[in-house]
């Protein structure tokens, strides 16, 4: 008798007579495997798997590093960055994100052609108004004022923060 005939026919004291089904058995199995590493330090396994996918990006390995993140057991705290809410220049209600989630209208409209910005942006902080990158940038070369007429000094008002 080889060791394998031995382990097929082993009984582990949990089926019921032949009863249950290979689903069952591999759900056994499944929490069998799970108690492998002790629950009481994933938050420490976590913090290895975060390190090495911390490498694995230096390396420019991405693809292998979303592997590694998606076992991870502790969720990714949240981003707490800035969010602007602003208010849709078509329907006037509010959005978060890129465009309007009522009307699909982009959420910046470019203060110079007037035409909804989809692709690079940049705005002023004080005032909000902004445009396509190109734009701005041709703007301010040879203006220091913000291109709607509002008054705000936006480049020195960015620079300097106030």
């Not at 929490?31 to 009481?40: F, I, S, V, Y």
């Not at 911390?54 to 590093?65: E, G, M, P, S, V």
């Not at 949240?78 to 699909?104: D, L, N, T, Y």
Request: aromatic share 10%.
């Amino acid at each position: 008798m080889s060791w394998s005939d031995t382990f097929d026919t082993a009984d582990d004291g949990r089926s019921s007579n032949g009863l249950e089904s290979q689903e069952e058995l591999e759900k056994l199995q499944h929490e069998d495997n799970c108690k492998m590493l002790d629950p009481a330090v994933w938050e420490q396994y976590d913090r290895y798997k975060l390190a090495y996918a911390k490498i694995l990006y230096n390396w420019r390995l991405f693809n292998q590093r979303a592997l590694v993140l998606k076992f991870i057991s502790t969720p990714v705290p949240q981003h707490k960055g800035v969010e602007f809410a602003v208010c849709c220049h078509k329907c006037g209600k509010e959005m978060r994100g890129p465009q309007c989630s009522w009307c699909k209208y982009p959420a910046l409209q470019c203060s110079i052609c007037h035409i909804g910005v989809r692709g690079l942006a940049n705005f002023c902080l004080v005032c909000g108004h902004g445009g396509h990158t190109v734009h701005i940038l041709e703007w301010f070369k040879s203006h220091s004022v913000c291109p709607t007429g509002c008054g705000c000094n936006c480049l020195k008002e960015n620079l300097f923060g106030g």
